[in-house]
């Protein structure tokens, strides 16, 4: 085995592809100066997004995947109103709710008749279920890269989870 294999463990997170200057000074907020760094930035929680609504179970504020068909969309005609996406998952009605977003962008994003896997917190709007701002939509043909367990890592300004994982992945990359 060669003594240098190990090299890139110990090499600046400034030299990673997506990782500049700007963002190398956020990860040391983080304490993460190395690539080895981040393995020692553990996450602080996990988010369960394998399973299905269990409606006997479901709680305000609880993560769900769940496939829904867009049914309709309801342009709101006071600028102050939620944008909101009516889906149905058999009987039931979901909103997916949107504040200060323009239509046009949610109205190709979310085509009507068209069934997509949705993920977020769940909230009522209306006595509905809904979800605010979801954090994952996907067509059904990428149903199995978001039914996983994500892991939440400590964060500070300039550096999001999509950061973080930029640096696990080309570290896994390497061992």
């Known amino acids: ?27 040391k907020n983080l304490n993460i100066n190395t690539v080895i760094d981040i393995f020692y930035n553990l996450p602080t929680r996990s988010i369960d997004r394998t399973q299905d609504i269990d409606f006997k179970n479901l ?17 709101p005609f006071n600028p102050k109103l939620p944008y ?9 009605i979901i909103n997916i709710i949107y504040f200060s977003i323009r239509g ?7 085509p009507e008749n068209k069934e997509l896997i949705i993920s977020g917190k769940v909230s009522f ?8 701002h979801p954090d994952y939509i996907e067509e059904i043909e990428n149903e199995d890269k978001l039914r996983t367990f994500e ?7 300039g550096i999001s989870l999509k950061d973080i994982r930029i640096v696990l992945n080309d570290a896994k990359k390497i061992i």
């Open 125 to 132: 709007y209306k006595s509905n279920l809904s979800l605010a």
């Open 151 to 157: 892991n939440i890592y400590p964060l500070t300004r």
């Open 104 to 110: 046009n962008f949610l109205r190709k994003k979310y």
């Open 1 to 27: 085995m060669n003594d240098n294999s190990f090299d890139f463990l110990y090499q600046n997170v400034e030299k990673l592809k997506g990782i500049g200057p700007k963002k190398a000074s956020y990860f």
């Open 84 to 92: 909101v996406i009516e889906c149905e998952k058999g009987s039931l």
């Open 59 to 75: 709680e305000k504020g609880q993560t769900i995947t769940t496939l829904v068909k867009v049914k309709k969309h309801h342009f």
